[in-house]
């Protein structure tokens, strides 16, 4: 009788994503792989991300990163990411220039809350809030690169899925992602 032999499963790649200063549109995009995300989950297990209930980035193989940096709170989680992550993506506008969130850079940051919170149309009592709780915004909203080193960078307001899956499956075969002209945009 021949000896079973049990079939031989690579070990999962361990991906961990998060969006800091986003909008969620390049999670959204991610989710554009639609079916293929089973060929994905045959060979990718999930940490950290906002579609698992993982509380805290762990030792990973690839971090992607959303969005660009606003308050203390983003930079403490990207280097939760940069410290577990051995290649760290920034993925998405936000995360590689400060996206449309930036644009308030050229803003004072005092004034914008003042007009927010306590003198803009319709606004009665208000406050600024000032929770200890909540995270001090940063003076100004910076991209994720100018904190931390990054491997990649994938643009567009967001990539399309059809770019990240070429990205994706680049990386876990091995080659060096290129997306090439068509996959390439910046809007
Ligand atoms: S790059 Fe565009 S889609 Fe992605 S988080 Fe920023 S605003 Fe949203």
Known sequence: ?????????????????????GCFGCHMSFLDIDERLFALIERVEFDR??????????PCDIGLIEGGICNAENIHVLHEFRRNCK???AIGACAVN??????????????????????????????????????????????IHELVRIDYFIPGCPPSGDAIWKFLTDLLDGRTPRLGHPLLHFD
């Open 87 to 89: 290649v760290l993506i």
């Open 98 to 143: 400060g996206g449309l969130p930036a644009q308030r850079n050229h803003l004072d940051l005092g004034l914008c809350l003042q007009e927010v919170y306590l003198t803009g149309l319709g606004v009665v009592g208000g406050q600024i809030p000032n929770d200890p709780e909540l995270p001090l915004p940063l003076d100004k909203v910076y991209p």
């Open 1 to 21: 009788m021949n000896a079973v032999v049990p079939s031989r499963k690579l070990p999962k790649v361990r991906l961990a994503t998060t969006s800091l200063a």
């Open 49 to 58: 991300s906002p579609l698992t209930d993982i509380k805290h980035c762990g």
